[in-house]
């Protein structure tokens, strides 16, 4: 084959096809698994008609007008996270741990002074601090025969509709082209072993979180009726580096012999949504919730590069090229959120609590003022539906010792998929709390499947990820 050689010139503009931002990453930042103490991650966080606790300022504020003391919580958190991922038969696994602070906050109980059979306001509270809602710490490694297509399979197709050398692009074709993978034949576009025949192996690693500030005030009404507000100002990292891998393993190919594709991005930005709710308690026993969040208005940087690397039988040839450093600016709306509540105390026995969360993920939306999404959001609003999520919780008091449990389902966003996403997490705890201190542990472990597509799905069958996350927890609390 006549390869030709060619000395593209790089340009400075960034073509926007080789943006990351897609309905996956709106879909990344706008799921938000709520977290915070370990008391209410061991009950499943199940704490919308509760409170009492300073997680419930990111789920129901109401919650906050139930406290009658003042206190400051802080969670210090292991989380091990482990993938187990099947492709083309092959079954490859990996790990990794993480230690943050899943919690750190502050609430003010204030009374209201007023003679005591006189109905009405008891006390407004103030609460703020942070939570940790989402972990993005996770390792994975994929690896087997493919023999169906290449990368390159999906780098020629990408050409094709380039069109022209002097358009391709910098992060994929453009490398392709400059490493001798992508090359052209009597003015069209080709490359080795388009119908696979290759070994390829991908290890991803990324790390981040979303942390959300929370600014709260709550109020109670005789004990009857406790209304909260916060302001959540949720601030997002995530970073993903990615290394592709492809080799002709059984020598089919008189040229081509491996490729090594790297991805690197970083996802940075902030955002605020605002968050309303209410309790009441017709009897001692029963405690009725609910709660509103408006969408989230979060404002988005991604940075990102990409390298190639070459292993060719040519005597002559250039075997590395790198992209320019990228950026672009966005703007993500995730969906808004309903939450309806059930709590049921049997005096100082314990207690039992159930929430449902409605979350419609159709609703997502991407905007740019550089950059029209009305393709990325056409595939959200085909691709997503609404998300029914349940958490349950109970709680045993044994004296000195609180015994807790929980159970939480978040339901498939996708409209179709084999594995697609649900998510389960069964948790447990154990607490001691006397009047000026309080400690607690929970142990949470979460589980799911999820297919990933290496490039294309049109020439690649998924990969079948496996995750679990082992979360443990410990929240130091002191009443003022």
């Given at each position: 084959?006549?390869?030709?050689?060619?000395?593209?010139?790089?340009?400075?503009?960034i073509?926007?096809?080789?943006?990351?931002?897609?309905?996956?990453?709106?879909?990344?930042?706008?799921?938000?698994?709520?977290?915070?103490?370990?008391r209410?991650?061991?009950?499943?966080?199940?704490?919308?008609?509760?409170?009492?606790?300073?997680?419930?300022?990111?789920?129901?504020?109401?919650?906050l007008?139930?406290?009658?003391?003042?206190?400051?919580?802080f969670?210090?958190?292991?989380?091990?996270?482990?993938?187990?991922?099947?492709?083309?038969?092959?079954?490859?696994?990996?790990?990794?741990?993480?230690?943050?602070?899943?919690n750190?906050?502050?609430?003010f109980?204030?009374?209201?002074?007023?003679?005591?059979?006189?109905?009405?306001?008891?006390?407004?509270?103030?609460?703020?601090?942070?939570?940790?809602?989402?972990?993005?710490?996770?390792?994975?490694?994929a690896?087997?025969?493919?023999?169906?297509?290449?990368?390159?399979?999906?780098?020629?197709?990408?050409?094709?509709?380039?069109?022209?050398?002097?358009?391709?692009?910098?992060?994929?074709?453009?490398?392709?082209?400059?490493?001798?993978?992508?090359?052209?034949?009597?003015?069209?576009?080709?490359?080795?072993?388009?119908?696979?025949?290759?070994?390829?192996?991908?290890?991803?690693?990324?790390?981040?979180?979303?942390?959300?500030?929370?600014?709260?005030?709550?109020?109670?009404?005789?004990?009857?009726?406790f209304?909260?507000?916060?302001?959540?100002?949720?601030?997002?990292?995530?970073?993903?580096?990615?290394?592709?891998?492809?080799?002709?393993?059984?020598?089919?190919?008189?040229?081509?012999?491996?490729?090594?594709y790297?991805?690197?991005?970083?996802?940075?930005?902030?955002?605020?949504?605002?968050?309303?709710?209410?309790?009441?308690?017709?009897?001692?026993?029963?405690?009725?919730?609910?709660?509103?969040?408006t969408?989230?208005?979060?404002?988005?940087?991604?940075?990102?590069?990409?390298i190639?690397?070459?292993?060719?039988?040519?005597?002559?040839?250039?075997?590395?090229?790198?992209?320019?450093?990228?950026?672009?600016?966005?703007?993500?709306?995730?969906?808004?959120?309903?939450?309806?509540?059930?709590?049921?105390?049997?005096?100082?026995?314990?207690?039992?609590?159930?929430?449902?969360?409605?979350?419609?993920?159709?609703?997502?939306?991407?905007?740019?003022?550089?950059?029209?999404?009305?393709?990325?959001?056409?595939?959200?609003?085909?691709?997503?539906?609404?998300?029914?999520?349940?958490?349950?919780?109970?709680?045993?008091?044994?004296?000195?010792?609180?015994?807790?449990?929980?159970?939480?389902?978040?339901?498939?966003?996708?409209?179709?998929?084999?594995?697609?996403?649900?998510?389960?997490?069964?948790?447990?705890?154990?607490?001691?709390r006397?009047?000026?201190?309080?400690?607690?542990?929970?142990?949470?472990?979460?589980?799911?499947?999820?297919?990933?597509?290496?490039?294309?799905?049109?020439?690649?069958?998924?990969?079948?990820?496996?995750?679990?996350?082992?979360?443990?927890?410990?929240?130091?609390?002191?009443?003022?």
């Amino acid at each position: 084959m006549k390869r030709i050689a060619f000395a593209m010139i790089a340009t400075l503009i960034i073509s926007l096809p080789a943006l990351s931002q897609n309905e996956n990453d709106a879909f990344r930042y706008s799921f938000m698994k709520p977290g915070g103490t370990a008391r209410f991650t061991s009950m499943g966080g199940a704490f919308g008609a509760l409170g009492g606790d300073f997680s419930s300022l990111s789920t129901n504020p109401a919650g906050l007008a139930i406290f009658r003391s003042s206190e400051i919580t802080f969670t210090p958190t292991l989380d091990f996270a482990l993938v187990e991922s099947t492709y083309y038969g092959s079954t490859q696994d990996d790990m990794k741990y993480n230690f943050n602070f899943n919690n750190l906050g502050v609430v003010f109980a204030i009374p209201i002074t007023r003679p005591i059979d006189q109905p009405g306001w008891k006390s407004v509270n103030f609460g703020f601090g942070i939570n940790r809602h989402n972990n993005f710490n996770q390792r994975w490694v994929a690896e087997g025969f493919n023999p169906q297509s290449s990368l390159m399979t999906d780098f020629l197709n990408q050409a094709i509709g380039e069109g022209s050398i002097s358009n391709l692009d910098d992060f994929s074709t453009g490398l392709a082209w400059d490493t001798w993978l992508l090359y052209q034949v009597n003015g069209q576009f080709a490359v080795d072993m388009p119908n696979g025949g290759v070994l390829q192996r991908q290890e991803t690693n990324s790390s981040g979180s979303i942390r959300e500030f929370v600014l709260s005030v709550g109020a109670n009404y005789n004990d009857f009726l406790f209304l909260g507000a916060t302001l959540g100002l949720p601030s997002v990292r995530y970073e993903e580096s990615s290394v592709f891998v492809e080799t002709d393993r059984d020598n089919n190919n008189s040229i081509f012999k491996s490729l090594t594709y790297t991805n690197k991005f970083i996802t940075s930005g902030s955002g605020f949504n605002l968050k309303v709710g209410a309790i009441i308690r017709p009897t001692d026993m029963v405690r009725l919730g609910v709660a509103v969040h408006t969408p989230t208005f979060f404002k988005l940087k991604d940075e990102y590069n990409a390298i190639m690397r070459s292993s060719l039988n040519l005597s002559d040839y250039t075997n590395y090229s790198s992209s320019p450093n990228g950026w672009f600016r966005y703007e993500l709306n995730t969906p808004l959120k309903a939450i309806g509540s059930l709590g049921l105390v049997f005096g100082t026995a314990g207690l039992v609590s159930f929430d449902y969360e409605y979350v419609d993920y159709t609703r997502m939306r991407l905007r740019s003022d550089d950059y029209i999404f009305s393709s990325e959001n056409n595939i959200i609003r085909e691709n997503f539906t609404a998300q029914h999520n349940l958490r349950l919780g109970g709680e045993l008091r044994v004296d000195p010792l609180v015994l807790r449990g929980g159970y939480a389902f978040y339901s498939s966003p996708y409209k179709t998929g084999v594995n697609d996403g649900q998510q389960s997490v069964v948790s447990a705890g154990i607490g001691i709390r006397e009047k000026h201190y309080f400690i607690d542990f929970a142990y949470a472990y979460t589980f799911f499947r999820e297919d990933y597509y290496l490039y294309s799905a049109q020439f690649v069958n998924p990969v079948d990820n496996q995750y679990s996350l082992s979360r443990f927890m410990l929240t130091l609390g002191f009443r003022f």
